[in-house]
């Protein structure tokens, strides 16, 4: 989006359509709408019509063929934008509300608590830009304005300094959505995703794809697709935009295929290395080969490139400095976690809460993804935002899900249960006992000063009956950072009393960072859950299975890695443990 407007991703031609840019559309031409301050019955019906979308279970091709034609909320006129919208990558009424409103306004979506309200009043008074912002946060300037005072504007410089240092990359999932859009043009010149998004960084700064071919053949590929192609002076590579995302796309005769990969899937400092290492060994390598002095040798792959070099293959997970030690430390990086050895999906969410599919469908999808059990995790009554379930209502949803098991439907029941402001739990302990499992997280209550948000986390992942700790920092990548408290007392709690802890996969959160992970990988066992409120979302376990492989975490350290029955035996196991029964499934 035009002035780097953090709450649209559209798919333009290089990335293609997908159910995620048709709603996020609508959401955001709502949003803009809302602050223009223009037809208040519009903005409400594209809201209304992206919430249907989003539960329908028709594919892309399927809506494309009809025209969006049929489709709850979604009338004659929204439908005929839709079916433009994919014909020329273009959503107008979001195009049209766009140009109405300055490029350093629509940047002001970026900072978290800000609405178009709220926006709107910032720009009334004058605000029109983040650095903006900040200076009249600074200033007492927006103290002073009405509806906002002096504890607001610390909050909000806080988040306009997160926004400010974060712009300049895009979530991991927008990264790699961006690049697999390319490999689909660049087919025929064995096309590869390179750079942050192969690294499975968090957030991508750049989307960056390799290819076997020539600057001629990539261009007439990439022309009119990808904004602005030029080539980058004295490098192999072609770069532009994408949607707003940085884009490069590096190519090399096949000879030197493999030297490029590997110059492309590396941190600078990696990159630094193995230069070193080579000149060491008599050679020259960049991203235009492998050398022996004007010699190019024939390295069509990575692997050969390594075995010139006498190294081993390294993951490309594993390919900066700050992965030195624990690669070396790997007892057999062939064997760290994959998608594929996910069993279970644990902490989604139905219908019941704020999901978008039945228990049913979810689990359907489930197995069609290749995993062998769903488990449910809609969310508690304290969440009312998110139409969290009353205790009627949760008992109701268990006799559903029961009925669906004794139907051969694979299930386990469990709740995303809210961790309240003391600690402890939204469902008392008899009403928890009878499920399968327990997730606890926070969703309130963000800023407790940091020794009160420690004792809060540490009871709660005590609770004889939490299963899991769910994303136990509370961040969301590019919007707002953990809440202040000791990660390390929480984690050394889980650590005594057996507490599983999350790696939530959602793309926007991937939350445990690797990095703790990574330290706690021996004395801790993780879930890599999706948080999956649609089925489509399920999808995002490869976002926290990279976390998962940057940590070094091998199958065994995954619980939901484990089948069905294994995964009830644990659970039995770690409540018995506690003192606890397990009410099990027959």
Not at 97 to 104: E, I, K, R
Not at 349 to 357: K, V
Not at 548 to 572: I, M, Q, S, W
Request: net charge negative; aromatic share 6%; with cysteine.
């Amino acid at each position: 989006m035009p002035g780097g407007c953090a709450v649209a991703e559209a798919p333009g031609a290089a990335t293609g359509l997908t159910r995620k840019h048709l709603v996020s559309a609508m959401k955001t031409t709502a949003d803009l709408l809302d602050l223009l301050g223009e037809e208040p019955f519009r903005a409400q019906a594209y809201r209304s019509a992206a919430r249907s979308l989003e539960g329908i279970e028709a594919e892309i091709a399927e809506l494309l063929a009809g025209d969006f034609g049929g489709i709850p909320k979604v009338g004659r006129g929204i439908a005929a934008e839709l079916s433009a919208y994919a014909q020329e990558g273009v959503f107008g009424p979001l195009e049209d509300a766009v140009s109405l409103v300055p490029p350093g306004v629509l940047s002001l979506f970026r900072v978290r608590g800000l609405g178009p309200k709220k926006i709107r009043a910032l720009w009334n008074a004058g605000i029109a830009s983040l650095e903006e912002l900040r200076e009249a946060c600074r200033n007492g300037g927006v103290a002073a304005l009405k509806g906002f005072g002096a504890k607001s504007a610390a909050t909000i410089l806080e988040a306009v300094e997160f926004a400010l240092a974060s712009q300049e990359r895009q979530h991991l999932s927008t990264g790699l959505d961006v690049s697999l859009g390319l490999l689909d043009l660049l087919t025929g010149l064995e096309p590869r995703v390179a750079g942050d998004a192969r690294r499975g960084l968090d957030t991508v700064r750049t989307a960056r794809v390799t290819v076997t071919g020539s600057p001629e053949e990539v261009a007439a590929r990439l022309e009119g697709r990808v904004e602005g192609l030029a080539p980058v002076e004295g490098k192999p590579v072609l770069a532009g935009r994408v949607n707003g995302v940085p884009v490069e796309v590096a190519y090399a005769p096949a000879p030197a295929r493999g030297a490029l990969d590997l110059m492309m899937g590396g941190a600078a400092g990696y990159r630094d290395e193995l230069r070193e290492h080579a000149r060491a060994q008599g050679f020259s390598l960049s991203g235009r080969g492998l050398r022996r002095g004007d010699t190019l040798l024939d390295t069509p792959t990575e692997a050969d490139v390594w075995r010139e070099l006498g190294l081993p293959e390294r993951p490309a997970e594993y390919r900066d400095p700050e992965h030195d030690a624990v690669w070396q430390s790997l007892p057999d990086p062939a064997r760290l976690v994959t998608v594929h050895d996910l069993r279970g999906m644990l902490h989604t969410h139905t219908r019941w809460s704020d999901g978008a599919a039945t228990v049913a469908e979810m689990a359907e999808e489930t197995v069609r993804l290749g995993h062998e059990f769903l488990g449910t995790g809609d969310h508690s009554r304290a969440a009312a935002y998110a139409n969290g379930l009353s205790i009627e209502r949760l008992l109701e949803q268990l006799r559903e899900v029961r009925e669906l098991q004794a139907a051969g439907v694979p299930l386990v029941a469990g709740a995303e249960v809210d961790i309240l402001e003391d600690g402890s739990l939204d469902y008392p302990d008899d009403v928890l006992s009878q499920l399968d499992y327990v997730v606890a997280s926070v969703h309130s209550h963000f800023t407790l000063p940091p020794e009160r948000q420690t004792e809060r986390l540490v009871r709660a992942a005590s609770h004889p009956l939490v299963t899991i700790l769910g994303h136990p920092t509370g961040r969301l990548l590019l919007r707002r950072p953990s809440y202040a408290f000791d990660l390390d007392a929480v984690l050394a709690a889980c650590e005594a009393r057996g507490t599983v802890v999350e790696i939530n996969a959602n793309a926007y959160r991937l939350d445990l960072d690797w990095r703790v992970a990574l330290a706690w990988r021996d004395r801790l066992t993780f879930a890599i859950n999706t948080d999956a409120h649609v089925p489509s979302g399920l999808a995002d376990a490869r976002f926290g299975v990279a976390v998962a492989r940057k940590a070094g975490l091998p199958p065994a350290g995954v619980v939901n890695t484990l089948g069905r029955e294994e995964f009830l035996a644990f659970v039995a196991r770690q409540r018995a443990a506690r003192g606890q029964s397990s009410s099990g499934v027959s």
